[in-house]
C-alpha cells in the first residue's frame, strides 16, 4: 500500500517534470500565435483614421485611393486627377477643418445638422473634389461616390519609407526606414565590436597566462550583467556629447553614438562564444604547427583562427541578434528620427526603440498598435533566423570535431 | 632581416596589439563604472533608498522603485525557478536523445534569442490585455520570468551534465529510484550551479527595462502597490524616464546617477555573491 | 660526438617529478625505441627534444639536452629553429584541415620559404620520401581530412619531413593504426634511417623489436635499462624490465 502510493507520486512528479519541460516550447509558440495574430491583422485594415469616408463627385473615374496618394494629395504633391487615372481636373480637396472656409455657421445648423446635405451638394457640384469627413455625416441618399481605400499591403509595408503612424486622415506605414534603421546601426556595432572582442578572445585563450584570465573573466562577466539602460545613460551623458563635439554636429544622438554603444554591449557576448571555440580547436592541431617550426603567432593565424571559424561567425551572428533586439540602450541614444538612413552622423530609429517609444501612446486594437506588432514580427523572425543559423553553425561543428 | 626576426617581430607586435585591445575592454568597463559611481556614489545614501521621490522627482528618493524591483524579483523568481528547474531536470534525467530533446534544447535556445522587446509586446497582448491583468505586478512578473526562463533552464541542464553517470549509477544499484536518486544524489551536487544561474538571473530581472514597459512599470506612483494587480515603478524604468523623459531632466540628473550607481551595485553584489557561493559551494561538494 | 645526448634531464610538472636523472646518448642514422608502460615518462622524455614539454604551465626542468653537441635549452637556441630540425609525428593522426599539398607545404611556408616550384617539388619529394605519392599525387587538392587513418599518419611524416629535419620524434605513431598501416609505417622507419635519428614511442613490444637498434626502458619516470635492441629482448640486465618485456606487468 505504501509502496503504491509512493509509486504513485513518483509519477505524478515525474508528470511535472514533463509538464514543465513543454512551457519552453509552448511560451515560443504562444509568442508566436500573440505576435502573427496581432501584426497580420494590420493587413485587412484601412489606413484611415477612426471612422472618416472618402469621397468624390459621381463621374470621377477613379475608384481606389492608396494611403501614400492620400498623404501626396494633402501635401499637395499630387495635384491633379489624372496622376491617379483620372481626368484632367486640378484636385481641390475638403476636409473638415476647412469646413469654416466653405460654409458658415448658420448653413450647417448648430449641432451639424445640415451638414450631411450641405456635403453632399458641394462633392455632386464639384469636380475636382475629394472629400474626407466623418462616416456620420453622409447624406441618406449621397449623390458623390466613396473611394475604396486600399489597406495596408504587406509590400508597401516593408518597402514604404514613410513612417507615420498617426498622420491624419491616413497613417502612413512605411518600415524600410525602420528595418535600415536597425540593420545599419546593427552592423557598425558588429564591425567596430569584432576586431575588439575577437583580439580579446584571442588573447584570452592563447596569449593569457592562467592569472590574467582569471582576471578578465569576472570583469567580463560584469560588462554582460549590466543593464541595458545603464547603458542608455552612460551613452547618453558620455557617448553622445562626445560625438556631438568630435563631428561638430546640432546633435550627438546619432546612429553613430548607438553603433558604438552597441559596439561595447556586443563586446561580452563576442569575447565569451568566440574565446569557447578558439579554445576547442585539439591541442593535438596546434601541437603540430608548432613542432614544424611555426611560432604561436603564425599557429593562431593559419591553424587555430581557420579551425575555429565557424564558431567565430557564430559569436559575430548572435553579436548581431544582441544588437537588432538591443532596446533601451538605442532608444536613449540614437535620437530615434524615422528617416531613410544616409550617414551615421544622422540620428536614426530602429524597430525595438520604435516599439517602445510607441506601443505606449498607440491605442488598443488601433492601427497603430497593430502596426507595432507588425514590427514585432519581423523583430520576432529576424531573430529567429539568426538563432536557428547559430544553432545549425553550432551543430555542424560539433559534428565536424567528432 | 632574417625569417626568424620577422616572425618574432610579427608576434611581438600582435600580441602587444592584442594585449592592448584587451586592455581597452577592461578600461570601457572601468570607465563606465568609474564615471557612474564617482557621479553618483555621493547621492546614495539611506535617505535617498529609504524615501519617496519628491518635486517631480527632482529631490528625495527612489524608494518605491526599489521596492517595485524587489517584487518584481520575487514574483518572477516565484514563477521561473520552479518550472526552468523542472524543466531542466526533464530535458537531462528523463527525456531521450533524439528529436524531443533536440526539439526541447532549439526552443529554449530561441526564447533565449528573443529580444526583450519582443516579450513586452507579448506580455502585454497576453497577460494585460488577453487575461485581463491590466499593468500589474503579475503580469510584469509572469513577462519577466519567461524572459529569464531558459537561463535557468539552461543552467540547471549543465550542472546536471557535469555530474559524472557513476554517481547515479550508484545510487540506482543500491535500489533508489530514478527520482530520488535526483533528489538525493544528483540535484544537491548540481545546486551550486543552479544557485548561481538563479543568482544571475535575478540581476536579468532586476536591470530588464523594454519588457516592462507595457506590463507593469509606472512613471510614477505616490503609494506602494498593496496587491499584485497594481503598478508599481522601477529602478530601470525609473532610470530611464528621469534621464530622458522627466520634465526636468536637468534638475532630476543627480537622482539619475544615484539610479545608475544602485542598479550597478545591485548587479556587482549579485554577481560576487554568485562567483563566492561557486567557490564556497564547490569547494564543500568537492566538485569542479 | 652524439647525435643526442641527455645528462640528468629532471623533469618536474608543478610538483610531479616526471623524470628522474635520465643520461642516455644516441647516436646518428639509428631508431632508438622507448618503452615502458603508461604514465612512466616516454612522451615526456621524447618532447623535451623538441622543446614541446615548454608550451605547458609549470614545468620545471634541469640538466641538459644536446643535439650535435649543443644544448639546446640554452638562451641563444631559437626554438622555432629547432623545432625545424627536429621533426615530430604524434600519436593520432593531426593533419591540418587544409589540403593535402598546403599540410606538406605547411612547415615551409611558416618558416618565410615562398618560392612556388621549390615548395612543389619539395612536397614531392616529401611525398615520395613517405611512400604516399602515388596515393595522393592525382588529389593533392583535396582535403587532407578525406585520407585514411593510415595515409594521414604518413602526411603527417612527410609534413614533418618537408622542413628536412635531422632527427624524428615519433610518438606512438602507429598505435591508433590498423596492421597494414602499422607495417607501412614500419617499413618506411627502417627506410629513413639511413638519412635520419629517430626516437620512437611505442607500446608494442614487437614493433621495437622490429624496428629499432637501441632501446630504452622506462619505469616511474626513470630510465631502467638502456642498451641495443636484441640486448634488451634477449638478455635484460634488469628484473624489471624482465618482468615488462615477458608482459608480466605494464
Ligand atoms: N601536462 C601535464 N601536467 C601534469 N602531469 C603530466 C602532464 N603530462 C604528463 N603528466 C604526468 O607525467 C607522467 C608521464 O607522462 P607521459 O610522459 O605522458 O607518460 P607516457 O607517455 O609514458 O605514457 C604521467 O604520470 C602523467 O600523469
Ligand atoms: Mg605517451
Redesign the pocket.
Known sequence: MNDFVKKFIERIIEGALMISSTVTTLTVLLITIFLFKEGISLFNQSPLEGDNIITVSANNKVEHISSAQIKNIFDQKITHWDELGGKKDSIILFTFNDLSTYFSDDEIGANFELLPHKIDSLVSNTPGIIAVFSKKYLAPNFKGKIVQVENVSLTQFISGEEWFPTANPAVQLGVLPLILGTLWVSLIAIVIALPIGLATAIYLAEVANQKMRNIYKPIIELLAGIPSVVYGFFGLIVIVPMVQKTFNLPVGETALSGSILLAIMALPTIITVSEDAIRNTPRSMKEASLALGANRWQTIVRVTVPYSISGISAAAILGIGRAIGETMAVLMVTGNAAVMPHSLLQPVRTIPATIAAELGEAPKDGIHYKSLFALGCILFLITLVINLWVDYISRKRSNYSK | MDINTRKRLAENTAFWVFRILSLGVIGILFSILGFILSKGIGVVNWDFITKMPEDGMTKGGIYPAIIGTLYLIAGSMLFAFPIGLMSGIYTNEYAKEGFIKRFIKLMTSNLAGIPSIVFGLFGMALFVNGMGFGDSIIAGSLTLGLLVLPIIIRTTEESLKAIDNSFRHASLALGATKLQTIRRVTLPMAMPNIITGLILSIGRVSGETAPILFTVAAYFLPKLPTSMYDQVMALPYHLYVISTSGTNIAESRSMAYGTAVVLILIVLILNLAANALRRYLGKKYKIN | MHKIESKNVELY??S?H??KGINMTIEKNTVTA?I????????????LFNRM?DL?D??RIEGSCLIDGKDIYSKEVRIEELRKRVGMVFQKPNPFPKTIFENVAYGLRVNGISHATFIEERVERSLKQAALWDEVKDKLKKSAMELSGGQQQRLCIARALAIEPSVILM??PASALDPISTAKIEELIYELKSQYTIMI?THNMQQAGRVSDTTAF?YL?ELVEYDSTKKIFTNPTEIRTQNYITGRFG
Open positions: 610538472y608543478g610531479f616526471a623524470l622507448l615502458g608502460p603508461s604514465g612512466c615518462g616516454k612522451s615526456t622524455f621524447l618532447r614539454n605547458i609549470g614545468v610518438d606512438e614511442v622506462f619516470g
